[in-house]
């Protein structure tokens, strides 16, 4: 059964740091990786979605790495700023053939203080 | 429509009771997603729709839930006989293509069940 954990589950940085938010995941075997952001009592948002065969995907001041061997991703926020204020959450497809469910960190709780 | 829909934003019912909640997907999207998440927890699969057929319906977590999709656009997720412990956040999704190799999901903002 895969599992994702997410360190730390909440982060306090002041604004115009850049900052890592991670990810691992047991099962090596996936298709993608895609990473989430989710604003208190909203829906997610999607931010990048990595392909097994990528090892970076990039969107604005947003980098998200992946390193299957190991079972990490990383998402590093350049220049972060209050805006970016969120929950983080990773999610990875289930090894299962036939099958696409997405298994859930339990996010990264991001806090930019102006 | 631009992205994905769901109603209502907000249910609060009796223990007991039935509910429904709908989902309307990304026009075009043949893969529909229900997700639920619980306070402080990352959403946690329930079922997976290709087209009309629910491909996988290996999250639903009793037989009390039950959903639909009949002309392979809108979903409904059912909940009979619902209980304290189903009140959470129910998320729709949905995305171009399904299957095994799936692709990026586009979520809604989610139905907040609660049950007294």
């Known amino acids: 059964k895969q599992e994702v954990t997410q360190i730390p589950a909440a982060l306090s940085v002041p604004e115009g740091e850049n900052l890592v938010l991670n990810c691992s995941f047991t099962?090596?075997?996936?298709?993608?990786l895609q990473w989430f952001r989710q604003d208190p009592g909203k829906g997610l948002t999607s931010l990048l979605l990595i392909q097994s065969s990528q090892r970076e995907q990039t969107s604005g001041r947003l980098n998200a790495s992946l390193d299957k061997s190991s079972g990490r991703s990383t998402l590093y926020i350049a220049a972060s700023q209050p805006g970016d204020s969120a929950t983080y959450l990773c999610a990875v497809p289930h090894s299962g053939a036939g099958s696409y469910q997405l298994t859930f960190g339990k996010g990264t709780k991001l806090s930019v203080i102006p | 429509g631009a992205g994905v829909s769901q109603t209502p934003s907000n249910k609060v019912t009796e223990k007991g009771k039935y509910v429904e909640l709908r989902c309307d997907p990304i026009s075009g999207h043949t893969a529909l997603y229900w997700y639920r998440q619980s306070l402080g927890q990352g959403p946690e699969f329930l079922i997976y729709f290709q087209g009309t057929g629910a491909a996988d319906d290996s999250g639903l977590p009793n037989d009390r839930f039950f959903a639909v999709r009949p002309e392979g656009s809108v979903s409904t997720l059912k909940i009979q006989r619902t209980e304290r412990g189903d009140s959470a956040v129910y998320l729709c999704?949905?995305?171009?293509?399904?299957?095994?190799?799936?692709?990026?999901?586009?979520f809604g903002e989610g139905s907040r069940l609660t049950v007294l």
């Open positions: 099962d090596s075997a996936i298709y993608n």
């Open positions: 999704a949905s995305s171009p293509a399904g299957g095994t190799y799936g692709g990026e999901l586009f």
